[in-house]
C-alpha cells in the first residue's frame, strides 16, 4: 500500500547532486519525490496531503551506510536485524549495508535472500547485505560472489580480515571485476597488526600496549593498488586511517585507477589520546591514530580525496568490554551518531555542508548503484529532516542500539534527526 501523500515546506534543503543549499520544499508520492521546489512553499497541492513544515530545518537525502555490523544471525545478542533499522531509523540513516562476518558468514544465496527477507519483514529502512570475499572470509577459496550478487548483496568484503594471499587477491579482482562487482578491503599487514589494540606511538608505549604502526596500513594499500592496475577492478579502501596511506591512495587515484576509499566517523573525530585511561570504548580496529593523521583525514574528506564516511558501527555487549584493554573486543557502535558527530565538522568550519551530506548520502549511492542519495524528481523519497543547531549530550544508554558502547559516551554534540522517512513513510519521529 502506498504512504499517503507528503508535502515539507520550510524546508533548507540540501541535494548534493545539484550542489543546492536553499530554502525549498518537496511533495512526495508513491513512495518518490514528486516536486521539488526552490522555494519554501508548494502551490496547488493535491487534496488530502498531508503537509509537514519543517521550520526552517534542513532537509536532505537519508543517510546511507556502507559499513553496520549486527549480530544476526548468530550473535542476536549483541545486535539484530530490528535493533539495527530502529537505530538506523532514530539517526536519520535510511539504508544499511551490513557486513558479511556473521555466522553463518554471508558466503552463499541463501543467507544473502535470508537478510533480504528479515529486512522486508521487518519494514523499517533499507537493509543490504555485502556478501563474504572469500569463503567463511578465511581469505582462500572464493565465495560464490555472481550468485550472491544477483541474489542481492552489493559488494563483496572480508569486513575486519584482510585477504593476505596476493594471488588470491589478485583472482579475487580479476573475477569481480568481470562480473562488476565492487571488493572493499581493509588494508592492514597481518604480521604487523597481530595481537595489537593501539597505535604505535609514544602514548601506546607510556600504556604499555602493544601496538599498530602506520606502516601495516600503507604496505597493504600498496599491494592493493599495484593489484587494481593489474587487473582494472574496482577496489573500496576500507576504512583508511592515517596521512600516509592518504598519498598512496592519491597518487592511485592521479593514475585514474578505479578506487575510492571510506573512512570511519569515529577516526575523523578522535585520536589515539581518547583511549585515556584504557577506555575501551575506543578500542577500534584499526586503532585511532594520531592528531595530525585525524586532521590529514579531515582534510581529505573535504578535498574529495576520501569519498564516503561510514558509521563502522560494531556493536558489543558489556562482557566483552569490561575487560583490560587488550582482551577487549575491538569496536564502537555509530549509527545514531553519525550525523551529529558529522555535523561537528561543520560546526567548527573544517568542511563545507554539502560535502558533508555528499559524503554519506549521494557517494555511497553512486558506489552502490542506488537511486537514493538525490532531491530530484523520481528518487526513493529517502529523506532526513533535522535541527543541525540542537545540542546533545549523548548517553549511550538512551541509544536505541542493544548494545551501548558508544565512543561518544559522554560527548556533547549539535544536530538531532526530527523525522526520518523510507519510501515516503516516516519510520522515525522525534518524540
Known amino acids: ?10 524546508a533548507r534543503l540540501v541535494d548534493p547532486e ?19 521546489s526552490h522555494e519554501p512553499k508548494l502551490a496547488g497541492l493535491p487534496a488530502g496531503v498531508r503537509v509537514i513544515d519543517a521550520g526552517g530545518a534542513l532537509l536532505c537525502p537519508g543517510l546511507i551506510d556502507l559499513r ?31 557486513q558479511p562476518d556473521t555466522d553463518p558468514v554471508i558466503d552463499d544465496p ?11 519483514d521487518i519494514g523499517l529502512v533499507h537493509v543490504y547485505p555485502a556478501g563474504a570475499a572469500t569463503k567463511d572470509c578465511l581469505g582462500q577459496g572464493m565465495a560464490e560472489i555472481g550468485l550472491m550478487r544477483e541474489a542481492g548483496c552489493l559488494y563483496v568484503t572480508d569486513a575486519d580480515r584482510p585477504i593476505v594471499d596476493s594471488r588470491v587477491m589478485r583472482r579475487l579482482l580479476a573475477y569481480a571485476g568481470a562480473l562488476g562487482v565492487l571488493v572493499a578491503h581493509r588494508p592492514a599487514d597481518p604480521w604487523l597488526t597481530e595481537g595489537v589494540s593501539a597505535n604505535e606511538g609514544e602514548f601506546a608505549g607510556r600504556m604499555g600496549l602493544a601496538a599498530e604502526p602506520v606502516a601495516a596500513e600503507t604496505i597493504m594499500l600498496e599491494r592493493d ?13 576500507d576504512q583508511i586511517s592515517a596521512a600516509a596511506p592518504l598519498e598512496s591512495l592519491a597518487r592511485a587515484k592521479a593514475r585514474g585507477l578505479p578506487i575510492i576509499a571510506t573512512c570511519s566517523i569515529n577516526h575523523l573525530s578522535f585520536n589515539e589520546l581518547d583511549i585515556g585511561d584504557y577506555r575501551t570504548f575506543c ?44 582482551e577487549a573486543a575491538p569496536g564502537a557502535i555509530g549509527l545514531e ?79 538531532r534527526v526530527l523525522m526520518t522517512l523510507v519510501d515516503g513513510r516516516v519510520v522515525y519521529k522525534s518524540g
Open 1 to 10: 500500500m502506498s504512504a499517503k501523500p507528503i508535502a515539507i515546506i520550510n
Open 225 to 237: 593498488i599495484a593489484l587494481v592496475e593489474l587487473t582494472g577492478a574496482r577496489l573500496m579502501v
Open 18 to 36: 545539484s550542489g543546492y543549499d536553499g530554502p525549498g520544499a518537496l511533495l512526495i508520492t508513491a513512495g518518490k519525490i514528486a516536486r521539488v
Open 337 to 415: 551518531t553519525l550525523l551529529p558527530a558529522l555535523l561537528t565538522l561543520h560546526h567548527e568550519g573544517r568542511v563545507p555542508l554539502i560535502r558533508l551530506i555528499e559524503a554519506a548520502t549521494l557517494a555511497p549511492a553512486k558506489a552502490m548503484g542506488l537511486e537514493a542519495g538525490r532531491l530530484k524528481v523520481g528518487a526513493p523519497a529517502d529523506l532526513l529532516l533535522c535541527d543541525i543547531e540542537a545540542p546533545r549530550l549523548i548517553d549511550a544508554e538512551d541509544l536505541i542500539s542493544k548494545s551501548k558502547n558508544s565512543a561518544f559516551d559522554g560527548r556533547r554534540l549539535q544536530g
Open 110 to 120: 541463501a543467507v544473502v535472500d535470508f537478510i533480504l527477507r528479515r529486512a522486508r
Open 283 to 326: 578500542k577500534l580496529i584499526p586503532p585511532l591514530r594520531c592528531e595530525d593523521d585525524r586532521l590529514a583525514l579531515i582534510d581529505a574528506l573535504a578535498s574529495g580525496l576520501v569519498d564516503i564516511v561510514v558509521s563502522a558501527h560494531t556493536p558489543a555487549p558489556p562482557e566483552d568490554k569490561r575487560l583490560p584493554f587488550d
Open 68 to 98: 553496520v555490523k549486527t549480530g544476526e544471525p548468530g550473535s542476536e545478542p549483541k545486535e539484530t536485524l530490528k535493533s539495527a533499522a530502529r537505530a538506523a531509523a532514530a539517526g536519520g540513516v535510511t539504508s544499511i549495508i551490513v
